[in-house]
């Protein structure tokens, strides 16, 4: 049950106030000093691999949060020891507490389940504080990575475990342009490519089957919230991003593991390493950049496993030649989705930066009647989208805090799209044509190749680049 002692006392504050100061950071931690990962469970039955979780934080609540997969052919649970799917389930768990975490930023993380030493606890300790890095910043939360949380980690230990895999790839699937890339550019070559989708809805599963997938070849993994954190966000607690691409490469361990597969190839692309505030250095991708997969592949081959090879397969690329790439492949556009309000209905909001940036990356390469026809209308003449135009163009300090590609190449696929399209009306492409942003003579990003990257030679041979 949920004590609302907190709410007794500061339940004015919240009413009055939607931006949720320092000081109130530092009550709630006065008032719950404590969060504890208490246990994890895990179960194999007919119907597929049960997970949960038991997070507390005394005198607050419970949560019991989930996750399941539904039984496929492919799986094979009994490749892994009991205390190799221990490993893998905790790891999971140690990643999905800090959603609980933030409901009140307590102090002191108590983890009981599993034994951590010093530098996997500084590991931890990093991960938690950049991927909060947005969560801090929109919270006006002022602290350090030294400062925020103590872990005691004091569970059972576990060892580095041996597995034997094929040469075979798991794709991570989110129903967006990235992933379709590299499911085309993968599928075809001798590596089995095996898609992923976690809590899939209708853009996933529909560009996952015109890869050729039926939903039962698709490994399917169902995340559940406890209910009782919504609660509490609708009451007031602190609330904000969490850093859900890691959660997604600790699942992927689980995955490759009971599936026998080496690789995990992402869809992540150099642009997510561009800050979103260059000023405080906070990045809205910080779980998709090249800094966390190197970190997250050193983690892994340190203390889990030295076989499985995570990376992402996009890396060497930036959003315009991912972009280019998609516009060939005409049979997704019609089912793609990458607007984060219109998820839950499968749709394009068109309100929303997002969507902006989909538009704008992709216009240099598709046609304006079809690219309206994919968004339902022309979001370069939507006025009421002047604010987020200038975000995403640098005009504005601070990019949207979405995924979305950087300033320059934003401003390049719109100088692009103005000279290949001679578009003269859109109110958006009037007002960029007024601004130094513009140039009559544009350098084409997508020769780009970066060679900042975790791929493999192998891999590196399937972008068939110059």
């Not at 931006?19 to 039955?45: C, G, M, V």
């Not at 190799?84 to 009140?104: F, N, P, R």
């Not at 990093?126 to 030294?146: Q, R, S």
């Not at 698709?218 to 607690?237: C, M, S």
Request: hydrophobic share 40%.
């Amino acid at each position: 049950m949920i004590v609302n002692k907190f709410f007794r006392n500061f339940g004015t504050f919240f009413a009055c106030s939607m931006n949720i100061h320092s000081n109130t950071f530092k009550t709630l931690r006065a008032d719950y000093p404590d969060f504890i990962f208490e246990a994890y469970q895990w179960d194999i039955q007919s119907d597929g691999l049960h997970i949960s979780f038991d997070f507390h934080i005394p005198t607050l609540t419970h949560f019991e949060p989930t996750l399941f997969l539904p039984q496929r052919p492919f799986y094979a649970f009994d490749r892994l020891s009991t205390e190799q799917m221990d490993t893998l389930v905790a790891h999971i768990g140690l990643i999905e507490l800090i959603s609980y975490w933030k409901s009140t930023c307590s102090p002191n993380i108590h983890i009981k389940p599993i034994a951590l030493d010093k530098a996997a606890i500084q590991w931890w300790k990093k991960l938690y504080f950049n991927g909060l890095g947005e969560f801090f910043y929109t919270n006006n939360i002022k602290t350090t990575v030294d400062e925020f949380m103590n872990i005691r980690a004091d569970g059972k230990p576990f060892s580095k475990f041996v597995l034997s895999l094929s040469d075979e790839v798991i794709i991570p699937v989110g129903g967006g342009k990235d992933s379709v890339v590299t499911l085309e550019l993968l599928r075809d070559v001798a590596l089995k490519p095996l898609p992923m989708i976690v809590n899939p809805r209708g853009a996933s599963l529909n560009c996952a089957k015109i890869a050729g997938f039926k939903e039962t070849e698709v490994i399917e993994v169902r995340r559940t919230l406890d209910k009782r954190l919504l609660a509490l966000n609708a009451q007031g607690l602190l609330n904000g991003h969490t850093p859900f691409s890691a959660l997604l490469a600790f699942v992927t361990l689980l995955c490759a593991a009971i599936t026998g597969k080496k690789h995990i190839a992402l869809s992540n692309e150099s642009s997510a390493n561009e800050a979103t505030d260059p000023v405080t250095g906070v990045n809205h991708q910080y779980s998709k950049s090249v800094e966390f997969e190197i970190d997250f592949r050193n983690y892994v081959h340190t203390y889990i496993n030295e076989d499985i090879d995570y990376f992402s397969f996009l890396r060497p690329l930036n959003e315009l030649t991912i972009a280019k790439y998609f516009a060939s492949f005409s049979a997704y556009h019609d089912v793609f989705r990458s607007c984060n309000v219109g998820s839950k209905d499968d749709m394009w909001c068109c309100h929303c930066a997002k969507c902006l940036f989909a538009y704008i990356i992709l216009s240099p390469f598709i046609p304006p009647r079809s690219l309206q026809a994919i968004f339902g209308e022309n979001l370069l003449n939507n006025s009421s989208l002047q604010p987020e135009f200038e975000q995403l163009t640098g005009l504005r300090a601070v990019k949207p805090f979405e995924c979305v590609g950087t300033v320059n190449e934003v401003c390049n696929a719109l100088n692009l799209y103005i000279q290949r399209f001679n578009d003269n009306d859109s109110c958006l492409v009037q007002y960029f044509k007024t601004k130094p942003l513009y140039t009559l003579s544009p350098i084409d990003l997508t020769t780009e190749f970066s060679e900042h990257h975790c791929l493999s030679s192998q891999f590196l041979n399937y972008h068939h680049h110059e």
